[in-house]
């Protein structure tokens, strides 16, 4: 004959809470595992943003220093910046002229238009007077 405790529903609930139990300790280490992962990552993205700049800026300074390593190089880089410099003078400089003339010319024209606006107006009053 059967036995009472396998027939019961009391010996089934037991099987379910330890198939429960065994998925929460899974489902339990796996978000423990997601979370450690989290705080791992949080913690190397900072460190290599750091490496990266250092990198950056190392490779920066040793690009100067060769630009900069005799006295040959540094008056050729000094060349190239004031040509730069020149460059750029001559260019605004330019541009200035350019809006000054611009300027000149629209001012010109409205002395004019005013002058004509004034020689009407006092033609007209001079005819209704």
């Not at 993205?45 to 006295?71: C, H, K, M, Q």
């Amino acid at each position: 004959m059967a036995s009472a405790d396998t027939t019961s529903p009391r010996a089934a609930k037991p099987r379910k809470r330890a198939a429960t139990a065994k998925r929460t300790t899974t489902a339990r280490s796996t978000t423990s595992a997601a979370k450690s992962s989290y705080a791992e990552r949080a913690v190397l993205i900072p460190v290599g943003a750091a490496l990266i700049a250092r990198d950056r800026v190392v490779s920066g300074v040793n690009d100067t220093i060769t630009s900069y390593s005799s006295t040959s190089r540094a008056q050729a880089q000094l060349r190239k910046f004031e040509r730069r410099g020149s460059t750029a003078r001559k260019r605004l400089e330019r541009e200035v002229r350019k809006a000054r003339t611009s300027v000149e010319r629209e001012l010109r024209k409205r002395r004019r238009d005013g002058a004509e606006l004034a020689d009407r107006f006092q033609e007209r009053i001079q005819s209704l007077v």
